[in-house]
């Protein structure tokens, strides 16, 4: 039963980032966000979605992974999973809520360095942890440039 527990709250953690992110994101994706000037490989709005949530089930699996390994040093580990999901968070506060894609941009390179430290202290833990946020990482790459090329083409 104590597994079941960890499992549900380490999968409701990257939801609720998703959440607060899907606020911010809602109000302006069909007015603000519509007339950006967007590159030729911006993805069809209809992939964003199943995209994250995908990534964020893999967040929460890798999560759970780490907290029952009987490993004593996950503080760090810990740590920097919070630092990453409240940035991927505040991405979206900064993009979307406020319209700022230069500030969405800078905090994205500090979104991936947190992502990368997550991994690698993941990684000490559990291999097929750190494994597991390789997509996310990956996809946040991708974000980053996307976002870069927002904010130049506007």
């Known amino acids: 039963m104590k597994k079941i527990y960890k499992l549900f709250i380490s999968l409701i953690i990257p939801f609720l980032a998703s959440a607060i992110g899907g606020f911010f994101t809602s109000t302006s994706v069909s007015t603000w966000y519509v007339d950006l ?3 030729t490989f911006n993805p069809p709005s209809w992939v964003f979605g199943p995209v994250w949530t995908a990534l964020y089930l893999l967040m929460g ?4 992974l780490v907290w029952i390994e009987k490993s004593k040093n996950k503080d760090m580990a810990f740590t920097f999973f919070g630092i990453q999901i409240f940035l991927n968070a505040m991405w979206s506060v900064l993009f979307f809520g406020l319209q700022k894609p230069l500030f969405a941009f800078i ?3 500090f979104l991936w360095n947190a992502i990368l430290f997550t991994i ?3 990684y000490r833990i559990n ?3 750190a ?3 390789i997509p996310y990482i990956l996809w946040v790459s991708f ?3 996307l ?4 904010f130049y083409l506007n």
């Open 107 to 109: 905090e994205i390179i």
């Open 37 to 39: 000037v967007k590159p």
């Open 127 to 129: 291999k097929t942890s």
């Open 61 to 64: 699996i890798s999560l759970y």
């Open 120 to 122: 690698v202290c993941f």
């Open 147 to 150: 976002n870069f090329f927002l």
């Open 143 to 145: 974000a980053a440039v």
């Open 131 to 133: 494994y597991l946020l």
